[in-house]
């Protein structure tokens, strides 16, 4: 099983739907806390959904189970904590069972994959499900992680 990752970070709209599509990905998961952007409103909750669906692409806000700061903080793993793994690996199960039907893609603003929370996500989704997980660039070129 495949799944992607990406971070929107300053791109416009039109070239990351065509990342997207480049990569034939056919749903967006959200994994930001807050699903909203001052500096990029089109990433909005209120319009990203719209937009994807206007290109074919759905879209599922999962935030709350996937959120950064349930175990992630500074730019560092801060391990699972109790009250929150929970949640945490619950979220992970679905994303996969969600994969096994869609070509998902899990979407962050941050654009380096190495400082974002889906970094630790890609080693859970590899190591825990037996994932292959690619990175999304900026250029709409693929990167495999691997967990060496
Ligand atoms: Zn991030």
Same mark, same amino acid.
């Given at each position: @099983?495949?799944? &992607? @990752?990406?971070?929107?970070?300053? !791109?416009?709209?039109?070239? &990351?739907? $065509?990342?997207?599509?480049? /990569?034939?990905?056919? @749903?967006?998961?959200?994994?930001? $806390?807050?699903? =909203?952007?001052?500096?990029?409103?089109?990433?909005?909750?209120?319009? !990203?959904?719209?937009?994807? &669906?206007? /290109?074919?692409?759905? =879209?599922?806000? @999962?935030?709350?189970? #996937?959120?950064?700061?349930? *175990?992630?903080?500074?730019?560092?793993?801060?391990?699972? *904590?109790? $009250?929150?793994?929970?949640?945490?690996?619950?979220?992970?199960?679905?994303?996969?069972? %969600?994969?096994?039907? $869609?070509?998902?893609?899990?979407?962050?603003?941050?654009? +380096? *994959?190495?400082?974002?929370?889906?970094?630790?996500?890609?080693?859970? #989704? %590899?190591?825990? =499900?037996?994932? +292959?997980? *690619?990175?999304?660039?900026?250029?709409?070129?693929?990167?495999?992680?691997?967990?060496?």
């Amino acid at each position: @099983m495949k799944i &992607f @990752m990406t971070g929107y970070s300053n !791109l416009p709209q039109d070239k &990351f739907i $065509e990342n997207l599509k480049k /990569n034939s990905i056919t @749903m967006v998961i959200d994994i930001r $806390e807050k699903p =909203y952007s001052r500096w990029q409103p089109w990433t909005s909750i209120k319009k !990203l959904p719209d937009i994807l &669906f206007k /290109n074919g692409i759905k =879209y599922k806000w @999962m935030g709350g189970s #996937l959120g950064g700061s349930l *175990f992630w903080k500074d730019g560092e793993e801060c391990g699972l *904590f109790k $009250e929150t793994e929970k949640k945490v690996w619950l979220g992970l199960e679905k994303v996969v069972d %969600i994969a096994k039907k $869609e070509k998902v893609c899990l979407m962050c603003a941050c654009g +380096n *994959f190495d400082k974002c929370h889906r970094s630790i996500i890609a080693v859970f #989704l %590899i190591s825990d =499900y037996q994932v +292959n997980v *690619f990175d999304i660039a900026k250029d709409g070129s693929l990167h495999e992680i691997s967990l060496t």
